[in-house]
Structure formats: structure tokens, C-alpha cells
């Protein structure tokens, strides 16, 4: 066995003998006689070693060469351009490629451009070796030689429209029809060049999940096109990954339009009683009350704004503060609501809260009628959207107890004969001895409290805070509950 063989048995690369024989005499040449055959067999093993990749998701733009197999996803147009200082004009072709472990988009150029039109097709497998680099959208690989292989499988699925459950790390060419979820403001940036971009968000969900869309520049004004509850489909978008998460992206190529599709969103949540400290989570539930805008002055002397609502689902409720631009969005008592990306802290009196900030996702969603605003609605009806209100049933008694109906109704320890504050009852008259809990959505001289149905004026000198929930207990005078006690 010689040298050269003896190297390449213990080669665990995918590259043929006669392959590794001609890379090592190239090595040896190249060295100039400072090299024998075994020691330049050792160096190519470990130039072949470095550049072979386990699957697309390990390629990085600093790789020198990176070789991999991935099937053939999406085959774009040709295009030319022109080179500096060169009368003949170059040429271009982007191939989507994938397997299992993600997608890359392959630029095959000039010849490799001509064969890539003429004999790829979609599904076709082949063996790639190329530069990787930072792209347009994401990691690209620059390809320097390719050729088919029959007798390898790529479990890739080729699809013109996916779904976000298909969505990868650096899949690009991607169609993808969604419910608008959230929506943001276009906000404005300087480029390194001195020139402006624009960029917004979208956050759009499917039967299998949700996804955070960034337009940008000529896309941006999108974002303010749409309404929450639309369908849209966006067109020619790219995958990229932030903090952790996948994106899709859509620049000047790609396009987001509105369509007629019925699609199904089921929020998948965190029950309320489950959430720790520290956690980011997805919570869905009935809005029990609203508390007003709130203005405060940042640190650098800009002007930031928050405002709480409480949510309720069929195991607890807690305090969600919206900050900045969510505190905008037009949500009261009643409302159902699904919250994406929140973060869990600590909050007043050691009581836990939700922080919604700009990351996070607040849906309103919609149902037919005020009843299915009920944790135990027995209908199980939604709108053409469907699935948006199926949150509302999880944990419910079949029973449909009113206890369930996420806080319509005022707790009433029923001692001494205090009525309680239900939603459907009278107007409390003069001297009639109540007991009314609910949200302090105003502090001071009056106190007023919001049960989710109804106001409570109530008379007293207890210092309670904003958003608290507290039970006043007295008796009713001119409209209002003068109390002897507050807790």
C-alpha cells in the first residue's frame, strides 16, 4: 500500500482515490520538492477535511472552500452584467439548494451559469464545492465546481408555497401565505454609505406557527397598509436569524400582498398558573380590565408610554404591561387576545407580570358574538379565520359555570348580605351594603374601580396603587360606594 493510499484510508471525506491522487501531486508540485508524497497526502486530508460540512447549516462566510450535497430547491432567472475593465459581460445564476439541516442559495456563474440553466432541474441532487460569503440574504457559497450524484437521497421537500413550520435558515425564493397578527411603524435608519433606509415589521401566523416578517425600504410602507385579521401572502422572501429565531425577510425583490384565503391561527400558549420568572411565553386569555394610557419621561429625556391590562385564561389571570407603540392598540375588557414573546418579571407586590415590548406580538383576536368571549363557551364558533378563539375553551368545564367567564363577574364573600357586583344586575341603590372587587384604573379622591363590566366609584382614604386589585366593601351613596373596608 503506498503512502498516498494509506493516508487516504483514514480520509473521512466524501472525494474519490483518484481525486486525492491528483490533489496530492498538485501539492507536491506546488511546494516546489520541499514535500514528499506522504507529508503533502497529509496536508490535502486536512484541506479536504476542513472544507467537507456536515450539512448546510454548519456553512459560515469565513469558510476558505466548503463542500456538501443538498438537492436542488428553486432555479432563478440568468442574468448579465457588466465587468470593470473586461468587453465581455458576465453572467449569473442563484440556485436554492437544501437539505436537511437548512437551505443556501448557490451562485453559479458564467459556464457554471449556461449548464445550470440547460441541465439543472428542481429536485435534482448534486455534489457542490464553493466559496461561502456574506450575501444579499444571509450566507451565500460561490460555486466552483458541482456535479450530479444519483445515488445519494436529500430528504428535502420542494414546495412553491410553505408554511412556517417549513421555514429555514437561509432558504430564500419563499412564498408564504399568513394572517396578519401585529403590525408596526416604519422607522428610519442612516446606511454606512450616508444614505436612508426604512424598515418595519409585520407578524404573520398559519396553521403551524408564526413569524416575525421585516420589510425593508420600498417594502416598508407595507406595514402600514395591512390591518390585523388580513391574509396576505409575501412573495420572494429570505430566511435570516435573530436572537435566536428565524425571520423572513423581504426586500426590493420580494412583494407582500393582500389575498383571498382563509387561513387558521390557533395560538399555542402557556397556561397563566405555569409562568416563572425569567421566562418569555406565549399567553392567551380574556382581557378582565384596561387601565389607562400612561406618559413618563425616559432617562434621555424622550417621551415613552405604557399602559396595563389584566388577562385572564381558565387557570389565572396576571398583569400585562404594554410599552410604547402597544400601548396604542385598541383593547378593553372582553376582549380575547393572544400574546406572543412576553416577558415574565416580577411585579407589584411580588406579584408577576407580563412585559410586552417591541418583540412581542398582541392579537386581538375575533369571535362571533360577546358569549365566546367566555373561558367556557359551548358554541366553539369563530370566524372565517378559523381557530383564533379556540384558546378560550382549554381547561373549561363542560359545565359552562359562570365562574369561568374570565372575571365578568365581581368575586362576593356574600357575609352580612353584601350583594354582589354582577355584570347583569341593577344599578346599586342608596344605602344598600356592597362589596364590589375590581382594578384601580384610578387613583386617589375618587377611587375608581373596573371590574371588566362595570365602574365603581368608592369613597375612601386607603393608598392604593394604580392597577392593583383590591375589594372595597360599605354602602352605596349618590352613586357611590362610601367603604369601611379596603383589601
Known amino acids: 500500500m503506498s503512502d498516498i493510499e494509506g493516508v487516504y484510508e483514514d480520509l473521512e471525506a466524501d472525494v474519490s482515490l483518484e481525486e486525492f491522487r491528483e490533489a496530492?501531486?498538485?501539492?507536491?508540485?506546488?511546494?516546489?520538492?520541499?514535500?514528499?508524497?506522504?507529508?503533502?497526502?497529509?496536508?490535502?486530508?486536512?484541506?479536504?477535511?476542513e472544507s467537507e460540512v456536515g450539512g448546510i447549516a454548519d456553512i459560515e462566510p469565513g469558510m476558505e472552500e466548503a463542500k456538501f450535497v443538498a438537492k436542488v430547491v428553486s432555479i432563478g432567472e440568468k442574468r448579465t452584467f457588466e465587468r470593470d475593465g473586461d468587453d465581455e459581460d458576465g453572467q449569473v445564476v442563484n440556485v436554492e439548494v437544501a437539505d436537511e439541516t437548512g437551505?443556501?442559495?448557490?451562485?453559479?456563474?458564467?459556464?457554471?451559469?449556461?449548464a445550470a440553466i440547460e441541465e439543472l432541474e428542481e429536485g435534482q441532487v448534486l455534489r457542490i464545492k464553493g466559496r461561502p460569503k456574506e450575501g444579499f440574504s444571509?450566507?451565500?457559497?460561490?460555486?466552483?465546481?458541482?456535479?450530479?450524484?444519483?445515488?445519494?437521497?436529500?430528504?428535502?421537500?420542494?414546495?412553491?408555497?410553505?408554511?412556517?413550520e417549513d421555514l429555514s435558515l437561509g432558504l430564500s425564493n419563499v412564498n408564504l401565505v399568513g394572517l396578519i397578527l401585529d403590525t408596526d411603524s416604519v422607522r428610519t435608519f442612516d446606511r454606512d454609505d450616508g444614505s436612508e433606509g426604512k424598515v418595519s415589521n409585520l407578524v404573520l401566523g398559519d396553521s403551524t406557527g408564526r413569524v416575525r416578517v421585516t420589510l425593508w425600504d420600498e417594502q416598508a410602507d407595507l406595514a402600514t397598509a395591512f390591518d390585523p385579521g388580513a391574509t396576505v401572502?409575501?412573495?420572494?422572501?429570505?430566511v435570516k436569524e435573530r436572537d435566536g429565531s428565524l425571520e423572513l425577510h423581504v426586500g426590493n425583490r420580494g412583494a407582500v400582498e393582500e389575498v383571498d384565503a382563509e387561513v387558521e391561527y390557533v395560538p399555542e400558549s402557556t397556561p397563566i398558573e405555569n409562568v416563572e420568572i425569567g421566562q418569555t411565553v406565549d399567553l392567551a386569555g380574556v382581557v378582565r380590565s384596561a387601565d389607562p394610557k400612561r406618559t413618563f419621561d425616559r432617562d434621555d429625556g424622550s417621551e415613552g408610554q405604557v399602559r396595563n391590562i389584566r388577562v385572564q385564561d381558565a387557570t389565572d389571570d396576571i398583569?400585562?404591561?404594554?410599552?410604547?407603540?402597544?400601548?396604542?392598540?385598541?383593547?378593553?375588557?372582553?376582549?380575547?387576545?393572544?400574546?406572543?414573546?412576553?416577558?415574565?418579571?416580577?411585579?407589584?407586590?411580588?406579584d408577576l407580570e407580563a412585559s410586552a415590548g417591541w418583540q412581542s406580538?398582541?392579537?386581538?383576536?375575533?369571535?362571533?358574538?360577546?358569549?365566546?368571549?367566555?373561558?367556557?363557551?359551548?358554541?366553539?364558533?369563530?370566524?372565517?379565520?378559523?381557530?383564533?378563539?379556540?384558546?378560550?375553551?382549554?381547561?373549561?368545564?363542560?359545565g359552562g359555570e359562570d365562574d369561568e367567564t374570565a372575571g365578568a363577574t365581581a368575586d362576593s364573600s356574600g357575609d352580612d348580605g353584601a350583594a354582589s357586583a354582577d355584570a347583569g344586575s341593577d344599578d346599586p341603590s342608596d344605602g344598600e351594603e356592597l362589596e364590589f372587587?375590581?382594578?384601580?384604573?384610578?387613583?386617589?379622591?375618587?377611587?375608581?374601580?373596573?371590574?371588566?363590566?362595570t365602574t365603581m366609584s368608592v369613597a375612601t382614604d386607603v393608598d392604593v396603587g394604580l392597577g392593583e386589585e383590591v375589594t372595597a366593601r360599605g354602602v352605596v351613596r349618590d352613586g357611590r360606594l362610601e367603604a369601611n373596608d379596603v383589601f
Open 138 to 164: 444571509g450566507v451565500e457559497v460561490s460555486v466552483d465546481d458541482v456535479e450530479p450524484d444519483d445515488d445519494t437521497e436529500v430528504d428535502v421537500q420542494i414546495s412553491d408555497v410553505y408554511t412556517v
Open 319 to 350: 398583569r400585562v404591561a404594554l410599552w410604547g407603540e402597544k400601548a396604542d392598540i385598541d383593547v378593553g375588557p372582553g376582549d380575547e387576545v393572544a400574546l406572543g414573546d412576553v416577558e415574565i418579571q416580577d411585579g407589584w407586590q411580588d
Open 103 to 114: 437551505s443556501v442559495r448557490a451562485a453559479f456563474w458564467d459556464d457554471h451559469a449556461e
Open 233 to 238: 401572502e409575501v412573495v420572494d422572501g429570505y
Open 361 to 398: 406580538t398582541i392579537t386581538v383576536l375575533e369571535s362571533d358574538s360577546a358569549d365566546t368571549s367566555a373561558a367556557g363557551g359551548d358554541d366553539g364558533s369563530s370566524d372565517e379565520n378559523a381557530g383564533l378563539s379556540a384558546f378560550a375553551g382549554d381547561g373549561a368545564d363542560d
Open 24 to 49: 496530492v501531486e498538485a501539492k507536491v508540485e506546488q511546494m516546489g520538492g520541499l514535500a514528499d508524497e506522504e507529508t503533502a497526502a497529509m496536508l490535502v486530508a486536512h484541506e479536504v477535511g
Open 437 to 453: 372587587t375590581g382594578v384601580v384604573v384610578q387613583a386617589g379622591d375618587p377611587l375608581v374601580l373596573d371590574d371588566g363590566e
